[in-house]
């Protein structure tokens, strides 16, 4: 008798025997590990969440911030497994009722079961939120800076000069072109986007990263990148036509991006530089 016949009969030993289930045996149960809060997922009620959010921030926001992230003293809820395993005030309406301190000095056993309800609604809309990447966008006041300080800056230690001519350049009249102080903002830190990759028809654009290869051997070929990483380089000419040369032993590389110093500039600029400058390119009607 084989091996594998061997196996198979005692397989069939095992499950007679009532070892492995069979499928008249009813499934196993799908609950949740000790610990484990429950499988369902809440839903947000977005009315309650609203009114919840009137309640945080009358009694909440002080310690825990404006998107329940926490503060440097005090650890974010939306990390809590106590909020984590609530499902509309299971598990914080108990912990509440205990006594917990609120802006107000009225300890939290003030609080109603609904005030509870909807602070629930709120909490696992923040958490929504964050697996989503981000809070939703509110868009505030960006220009608050200096503009005589940002273009003391943009003519000075920002060296923006070298490259525009603010007042009769491709900056004239930027914020008319824009839709608004956070756009102007944007395009500052992040003038067009993304540097463009790949070269359409007509050549490249302004922005787009360009670069050069001098091979051992041969004449050198230029192009716009396309990618390159630490085996291949990937480019495209004029036409669309696309190139992937290998990367070997002497093959000279020189990438050319027209928006380097923008990105060699974020890692010196400080917020109060950031709203000067916007502040700056505001004047420019």
């Known amino acids: 008798m084989n091996y594998h016949l061997k196996l198979s009969i005692g397989v069939l030993a095992i499950a007679a025997a009532g070892v492995l289930p069979s499928a008249a045996q009813e499934p196993r149960p799908t609950m949740p590990r000790a610990g484990v809060g429950p499988g369902d997922r809440p839903v947000v009620d977005p009315a309650a969440a609203d009114r919840g959010r009137h309640v945080w921030a009358s009694e909440c926001i002080t310690c825990h911030g404006a998107q329940a992230r926490g503060t440097d003293t005090v650890p974010s809820l939306l990390r809590s497994m106590v909020v984590l395993r609530d499902r509309y005030g299971s598990e914080l309406g108990p912990f509440l009722k205990k006594g917990h301190p609120m802006q107000n000095g009225s300890p939290s056993t003030s609080l109603t079961d609904a005030q509870i309800a ?168």
């Open 118 to 285: 909807d602070l629930t609604h709120f909490l696992r809309q923040r958490i929504e939120d964050t697996l989503r990447g981000a809070a939703p966008f509110t868009e505030h006041n960006v220009a608050s800076g200096n503009a005589e300080a940002g273009a003391a800056f943009f003519k000075g230690d920002g060296k923006c000069a070298t490259c525009h001519n603010s007042t009769t350049n491709d900056l004239a009249g930027i914020s008319s072109r824009l839709s608004g102080p956070v756009d102007v903002q944007q395009h500052l830190l992040f003038p067009g986007g993304r540097a463009r990759r790949g070269s359409p028809a007509g050549g490249p654009s302004p922005t787009t990263v360009t670069v050069t290869l001098t091979p051992p051997s041969g004449a050198p070929m230029s192009g716009a990148l396309v990618e390159m990483d630490d085996q291949f380089v990937t480019l495209g000419d004029a036409s669309g036509a696309i190139q992937v040369v290998r990367r070997v032993p002497g093959l000279r590389v020189v990438k050319n991006d027209p928006l380097q110093a923008h990105h060699d500039l974020l890692d010196r600029l400080t917020d109060t530089n950031i709203h000067d400058l916007a502040a700056y390119l505001e004047t420019m009607k």
